[in-house]
């Protein structure tokens, strides 16, 4: 598997994760949603927002106009659930529309990413990266969150196994995914 290809498999599996735990989310009232939680932030709404919000910074930059610090004003820009899960969905069709269009050269091409004291130039492969990774990170503690909720929180610790396609088929189908657009 090239490299642009690993990153296009990624991008599609963290849309897929984020589809399942978007659901998940979307069965909670706006009022447990909102609710203190012990988490890295106080509730399931103010890190789904910061996932969002992150992604916002890195899919900018990586798409070569970066918003900087504007990605974060305000903080929660949708304390909709709503809102949240249509830009979410947005944003995840913005990534796997640039991992697709990417080739093995641009994998190399320098990221710029304004920062409050400086600019951060890195490689879009390891910019990417991060942003998955972020995502992965932020999931785990919505997902863990979800445990002290009336809803069972989504199995996400899957990576398209080849002998479970028919367990991801209806997702599959909301989010307008085939196996070969992911794996061709």
Not at 46 to 70: P, Q
Not at 78 to 99: G, M, N, S, V, Y
């Amino acid at each position: 598997m090239t490299p642009e290809c690993y990153l296009l498999a990624q991008a599609y599996n963290n849309a897929w994760a984020n589809h399942r735990l978007l659901k998940a989310c979307g069965q909670l009232s706006a009022q447990e949603l909102a609710a203190p939680r012990l988490s890295f932030f106080p509730s399931i709404i103010h890190t789904l927002n910061h996932n969002l919000t992150v992604d916002w910074l890195y899919i900018s930059a990586v798409e070569g106009d970066c918003i900087g610090a504007a990605a974060f004003d305000p903080e929660i820009p949708f304390p909709t659930f709503a809102d949240l899960d249509r830009e979410q969905r947005t944003a995840d069709r913005r990534l796997i529309d640039h991992c697709r269009l990417m080739d093995g050269k641009a994998l190399a091409d320098e990221v710029r990413i304004p920062r409050a004291d400086h600019v951060q130039v890195e490689r879009r492969d390891r910019i990417l990266l991060h942003l998955f990774q972020h995502q992965i990170h932020h999931r785990g503690q919505i997902h863990s969150m979800l445990s002290s909720t009336s809803v069972k929180p989504p199995q996400l610790d899957e990576f398209f196994p080849a002998d479970e396609e028919r367990l991801r088929a209806q997702d599959f189908a909301e989010l307008g995914f085939t196996e070969a657009a992911i794996w061709s």
